[in-house]
């Protein structure tokens, strides 16, 4: 029986952890805060539920459009109960997914974890693990995964204070709504909690040290989202980089790299996050790392040292709960001898929970005017549909992009209220290298936003036509 240590227990360790149990192996999982990780109680499933709960003001913001009057000014946010309601969500998926482990017979310690230095000739590795207690348990395992995730990384002029200057991990601490928040960092992080904040009716300055939010996204759709947050009042500082953050009594003052000052009443700073490799002991193992402490791997998840592992977000190839899962479960199937697929990033899917939602997959338009690869591609403007203007949608779009001479579809754009549905169809044809054709030709309910999707398949086809 193979003998497997993973360190982290988050959707990279748990997942891989399922995934050695079904062949039978010894398999232990140490992790330092909780089972289900960062991804289940700080990040990835407390900020869905709580963009969640903004969602209906969205739907309620739209009433009118749609004939049907509310009292907007009268609703009011009850905002402990939503964060209890996040804090229950999280702790509660933390616990099935505990159960579920210790059901396939996973051993599970709570603790920090150390590798040992690696002595050559010796087949397995020893990991150490520090208990709440301060006492230590030593595991061998002839594999080993690191799966340790990544933290919030906190600018030196910065510190978070737990009530004014805060991470996103520090948000559902708080009492009362901010009055004026200053979100710093643009990325997906920055432009999810400013869609969330704002529709709660808080006052909201994005401070973006680019000339757009969503710098790595695709530029149609990040322009869409500008427009939306403009028009819901949101103050946009383009190429703004905080140098520091300052607080001063119930004020908080910004101080941009330019000289400008940003005064609000709450700082959430959202500038990206570091590797959790720090203590690991990697450099004694003789593990590589690349800049930023991230750990190298290749495409099924090997280290520098043969029989260890990393996945996840310490491996930093893509910030994904998804491709961490699929990172970890490789790492088991190449360690356990099986059959698999090295992983390919050209297929994931991914999505922003704004609203409108943004979700793409595959070759990006960016690589494509690039030059990058050669393409045929078509912006269908939801517009034009029957269903986007029954729901009174003014916005978004649906964009495919395939291969010129055969059609194969490589990528593809949506913007829309459920954009993360809508994007399945498109990766489903991504992955299995269907043609815009075999899209075309695909019954789509009338009337629907999928419609669109195989309506741009159809322009694409014409195109087709004429080659
Ligand atoms: C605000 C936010 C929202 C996100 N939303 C989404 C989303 O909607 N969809 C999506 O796909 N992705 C999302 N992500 C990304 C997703 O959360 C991460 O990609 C995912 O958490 C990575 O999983 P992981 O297993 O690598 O690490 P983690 O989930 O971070 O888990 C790592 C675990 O290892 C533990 N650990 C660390 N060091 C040690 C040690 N020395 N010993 C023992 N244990 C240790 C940590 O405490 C943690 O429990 C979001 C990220 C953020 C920041
Ligand atoms: N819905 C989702 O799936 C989801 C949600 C959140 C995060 N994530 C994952 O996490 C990854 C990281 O996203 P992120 O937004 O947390 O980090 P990021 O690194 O993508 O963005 C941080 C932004 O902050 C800016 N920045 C850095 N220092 C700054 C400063 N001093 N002043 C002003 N701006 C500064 C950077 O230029 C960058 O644009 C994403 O790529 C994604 O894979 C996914």
Request: proline share 4%; glycine share 10%; hydrophobic share 40%.
């Amino acid at each position: 029986m193979t003998n497997i240590v993973i360190i982290g227990g988050g959707p990279a360790g748990y997942e891989a952890a399922l995934a050695a149990a079904a062949y039978g192996a010894d398999i232990t999982v140490i992790d330092s805060d909780g089972i289900g990780g960062a991804c289940v109680l700080w990040d990835c499933v407390p900020s869905k539920t709580f963009i969640a709960s903004t969602g209906i003001r969205t739907e309620i913001r739209r009433a009118a459009d749609l004939g049907i009057s509310l009292e907007t000014d009268h609703t009011t946010v009850a905002l402990s109960q939503i964060h209890q309601r996040v804090r229950d969500l999280a702790f509660a998926q933390s616990a099935d997914i505990r159960s579920r482990l210790i059901s396939e017979g996973v051993r599970l310690v709570s603790g920090t974890a150390k590798l040992e230095p690696t002595q050559t000739g010796v087949r397995s590795h020893k990991v150490i693990a520090t208990l709440a207690d301060g006492t230590t348990e030593t595991y061998a395992g002839e594999v080993i995964l690191i799966a340790t995730g990544a933290s919030p990384r906190i600018l030196p002029d910065a510190q978070p204070d737990d009530e004014r200057i805060l991470t996103w991990r520090q948000l559902y601490d708080l009492e009362e709504l901010p009055e004026h928040l200053i979100v710093i960092g643009s990325g997906v992080t920055g432009a999810e909690f400013v869609h969330a904040y704002t529709e709660l009716g808080v006052k909201v300055t994005l401070v973006s040290s680019r000339d757009r939010v969503l710098p790595h996204e695709d530029e149609d759709a990040a322009l869409v989202l500008e427009d939306v947050l403009a028009e819901r009042g949101v103050t946009l500082i383009k190429h703004g980089r905080a140098d520091k953050v300052v607080r001063d009594g119930d004020s908080v003052t910004v101080y941009l790299a330019d000289g400008q000052q940003v005064v609000g009443s709450h700082v959430l700073m959202t500038v990206g996050s570091v590797p959790n490799t720090q203590t690991l002991g990697l450099e004694e193992a003789g593990i590589e790392t690349a800049r930023g402490g991230y750990i190298t791997v290749d495409r099924v998840s090997r280290t520098s040292v043969p029989g260890v592992y990393a996945a996840g977000d310490c491996t930093g190839l893509f910030p994904l709960a998804s491709v961490a899962a699929m990172q970890g479960r490789i790492a088991m199937y190449h360690a356990l001898g099986e059959g698999v697929s090295p992983i390919k990033l050209k297929t994931v899917a991914s999505a922003i929970f704004t609203r409108p939602e943004i979700a793409s997959v595959g070759v990006s338009q960016k690589a494509i005017d690039a030059g990058e690869y050669p393409a045929r591609t078509v912006m269908l403007p939801l517009a034009t549909n029957a269903r986007a203007k029954m729901s009174g949608l003014r916005r978004g779009f649906v964009k495919i992009f395939c291969r010129p001479a055969t059609g194969v579809v490589i990528g593809g754009v949506a913007v829309a209220p459920n954009a993360s549905e809508l994007i399945l169809p498109i990766a489903l044809a991504v992955q299995n290298k269907l043609t815009v054709s075999d899209l075309a030709q695909t019954f789509s309910v009338y009337p629907s936003l999928s419609g669109s999707i195989t309506e741009a398949a159809r322009q694409l086809v014409r195109h087709d036509d004429l080659d």
